[in-house]
């Protein structure tokens, strides 16, 4: 099995910024793609940024030129550089893996725990 080790949330000030880590353990031969989800209460989990074993990168609308996403060296961790934070980013925060390949075991896909951030003055 494989778990997503999420870390780096918490309260920050309008403007001010967060930086979330995710890391997969477990015995992983590859991961194709990695991401953040978030959830705020009474709204749907909706995607906020995307990477992919090659490094491409998609990001929701609302976070573009705000955030950015990206992969450790070892391609079995994901990072989320968040700026200029505002109330409306509050959420929690899942890490998602996709497309994930363990010796004898069948492609599939995992998600985080989830960490809360909360912007508020």
């Known amino acids: 099995q494989v778990q997503l080790v999420e870390s780096g949330g918490g309260l920050v000030q309008p403007g001010g910024s967060l930086r979330l880590s995710c890391v997969a353990a477990?015995?992983?031969?590859?991961?194709?793609?990695m991401g953040w989800y978030r959830q705020a209460p009474g709204n749907l989990r909706e995607l906020v940024a995307r990477i992919t074993r090659g490094g491409t990168t998609s990001y929701a609308d609302s976070v573009k030129g705000r955030f950015t996403i990206s992969r450790g060296n070892a391609r079995d961790s994901v990072y989320l550089q968040m700026n200029s934070l505002n109330p409306e980013d509050t959420a929690v925060y899942y890490c998602h893996a996709s497309g994930v390949r363990q010796i004898a075991y069948p492609e599939s896909t995992y998600w985080g725990q989830g960490t809360q951030v909360t912007v508020s003055a």
């Open positions: 477990g015995n992983i031969a590859s991961i194709d793609a």
